[in-house]
């Protein structure tokens, strides 16, 4: 995860999908679960800005990191 501030939603959308990505998070868990993965000093300001984005805590990580794309080979 990134140590540095301000975590905007399009830096926290990254650090998710790449967290379901590596199979860390399955994209039906809440968003509350990012919690674990975020020292506690930062994810007040994490919290906020999913909150200023319309996200809710219980809403599901698949909400927050949207559809995924596959292009085919």
Do not use: A
């Amino acid at each position: 995860m990134r140590k540095t501030l301000p975590y905007t939603i399009s830096v926290i959308k990254d650090e998710v999908r790449d967290l379901v990505d590596r199979g860390k998070l399955s994209r039906h868990q809440p968003i509350h679960t990012l919690c674990r993965f975020f020292p506690d000093r930062e994810w007040v300001f994490i919290e906020r800005e999913l909150e200023l984005n319309q996200y809710l805590l219980r809403d599901h990580i698949c909400d927050l990191v949207g559809d995924e794309s596959w292009s085919d080979d």
